[in-house]
């Protein structure tokens, strides 16, 4: 990637780190576990600020979750909350990443029990995270409330998956995230099970007409 020579041949390492991250995000959502894990073990190099590595090791368990590895996606998360704890030590160092999320290990584990084939789990912990959220973090909430609703959709809870994606959708439209639209697509898939629900038949045409929208 582009960005992560730019940053090295100026010597930033902290952003050449962070933008490991980044394209560990990008084979994420095109469901590549091993080069997501790959990537986001670059990134954790001990030269590297804490926070760098904390993110990196989030990304780590995401991609490890993707891969169905319960155990070292717990290992990943457990590092990641070490490691993000450090920076409040009172560095000056600037913050790199989102602001938005009071416990990102919180929110990245609930992400994580998604892909682990734990919906329900997932559902009441990104309950508890996006409770946390301020509504103007309109990226935020839509990014996490669109995996909610696919958690409560995978748990069965189809009634109220629709009514979590409802007003999301305007979000949706105005953030055009490739996270989120990939997200949006496989809730589409798991609604069109259940199109005998009056809600699902509600929420169906323009579910799909955001869901085929590209990102890139």
Known sequence: MRSIDLAAASGDQALAGYALVRRALVTLYRDDAEQTIALARRAQGGTLPPRIRGLAAQREAQGHALAGDRHACQRALERAR???????????????????????????????????????????????????????????????????????????????????????????????????????RRLARVLARHSDHPSVRQLGPRLGTLSRLSTF
């Open 82 to 184: 070490t490691l993000l704890a450090r920076q409040d030590d009172g560095s000056e160092e600037p913050v790199i990443g989102t602001m938005h999320l009071p416990d990102s290990v919180g929110m990245v584990t609930g992400w994580c029990l998604v892909d682990l084939g734990r919906p329900r789990e997932a559902s009441e912990e990104l309950d508890r995270q996006l409770a946390l959220v301020g509504q103007e973090a309109v990226r935020t909430q839509v990014r996490y409330g669109v995996r909610r609703a696919l958690a409560y959709a995978s748990a069965g809870e189809i009634d109220h998956a629709c009514a979590l994606t409802t007003p999301l959708l305007d979000g949706v439209a105005a953030v055009r995230s490739a996270t989120v639209t990939t997200d949006l």
